[in-house]
């Protein structure tokens, strides 16, 4: 067997279960079948062609979506084994493709890292694709295999003679077992830049035939980042003012576990945490966030002592004011990751803790000696931030204490429904006065709410805190939710166990004023209320923009499109007897037509605000909301075609 002199053996290859398995219980292996399993299938092919990288064999994968929607990507890493499997008497390729588990997670030393999350392995890709081809480039040959629904339709054919090394793999999802077979170019994209981040010097590139560019090329896109996580804060942090001159960047390997930090401070209120677990995102972050923690708290307070910089400061500086206006990118490489959270989206290993909080001490530790003009601008921010906590503190009890002396507390421009079941009840925010009025008298009042909003309600992401909670509009959408903000161990914790609605509906105009309030409602919600954003609770209502009458009869259209069949379908052109009405505003409905388009849960249709990719909303807020307009301005100009920012 070829395979001999390399340290890997097919006989490594543990056989472990059939594929019959994924296709019965697709969900149990790649989380859903939605257009989020679809995409998650193009994740475990490229987590192996990362993992080459990883080992030290591949600078570059090239993806490419076909215009059927299938997948193909390249790597130049070592090539799937193609000698004999002795116990199955099969070629390794074989193995790989067709027993589960067995793709690249043979044993620990193959590789130093292997994909926490997914690492479900190619062999799930292979089981929930109508069709797949493999080709292998490997010493100095071709080989190659195809499936269908993971069965082999060939034995592994040797088709020709290359000096290169590397894997392609092509797959057409099975439309027998995926809802949705369309891939989003965007989301492809998002993922491959980050993943250029966490490995500087891998190549990664995207090409979409199904889309022509206007010189007759593919769309495409490619990333490529030399500085690693350093390019990353700043990428994220493109639309906020940096407070220090570079980011701060730590390397650090101990006990196989390898540590990478990148931290900037700005001159904004929020704190921003990306973290990543063998390239997989941690949103609930985990053992080695606290360990990235612990280390800014320890290092800054005993820096910020030892200069005497706190002795004036009449209260505790707490762990949160060191990290406002901190954006940080914290990533391990983990052999044998733990995985724990309702999400599992959150790192158990306890070691780890120790492992990041001793590199980024020292590393910090050091920048701090080193750069006294850049520590200084730090601390006396962090007492800015303190400051601001304090009064934030008292503005918000202040609020609380009121609503517990006037008994429900409840706003008074609040129509509450009858229903005190928080399951069956909604509460529409309406934009203005006049709207609510309509909305009031519209709404089924056994389970709706409604509370009006002035108009622009205040850009959080512009404002101090304290004026926050100042703020007429956000009292009362606090009270009126029944949520509060808690100090848990100094950190601020939205308590939503006395949430008054499952549904939180934003309805407002159809226009680009109403679309402004919506986003900043949404950036309230996205920076102050993020649980509920995340539990599934906010929603966007979408008003109809057109009334076509003709006679009696009155259809409602939410789109050109529709508009325009409507009208084929009562007979043909505008100009015989039938009439288009343009909503411009929720004003101009009546009370019987809001109900009828927008809030009859029979009827209507509403948007379920999600939070796709909490990086890239992070950015678009900022970015949408933030002080520079340079960023905001080019944001708009390449999404101007797509009507509504889909969150
Ligand atoms: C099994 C063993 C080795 C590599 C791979 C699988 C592998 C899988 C994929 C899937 C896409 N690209 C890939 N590249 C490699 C180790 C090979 C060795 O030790 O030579």
Redesign the pocket.
Known sequence: MS?KK???SANNIQALEGLEAVRKRPGMYIGSTDTKGLHHLVWE?VD??I??HLAGH?SHIDMTIHEDNSIT?V?N?????TGMHEKLQKS?LEV?MTVLHA??K?DKD?YKVSGGLHGVG?SCVNALSSYLRAEVHREGKIYEQTYSQGKPQMEVKMIGESDKH??T?TFKPDGEIFDSLIYNFDTLANRMRELSYLNSGLHLSLTDEREKEEDGSFKSTAFYSEGGLKEFVTYVDESRTPLISTPIHVTAKEDNVEVEVAMQYNTSFTENIYSFVNNINTREGGTHVSGFRRAVNRVFSKYAEDNGMFSKLKFKVSGEDFREGLTSVVSVKVPEPQFKGQTKGELGNQEVTGIVSRAVGEALSHYLEENPKDSKRIVEKVILAATARHAARKAREMVQRKNVLTGTGLPGKLSDCSSKDPGESEIFLVEGDSAGGTAKQGRDRAFQAILPLRGKILNVEKAMEHKIYENEEIKNLFTALGVSIEDKDGERVLNIEKLRYHKIVIMCDADVDGSHIVTLILTFFFRYMKPLVEQGFVYIAAPPLYLVKKGNTKVYAWNEEERQDIINNMGGAEATGIKTQRYKGLGEMNADQLWETTMDPEERILRQVTIEDSNESDRIFSMLMGDEVPPRRRFIETNAKYANIDV
């Open positions: 395979d390399s340290n890997y092919v192996n062609s993992d080459e591949a990507v790597d890493g070592r090539g799937i084994p390794a790989v793709g690249g043979f193959t190619v590397g894997t793999i």
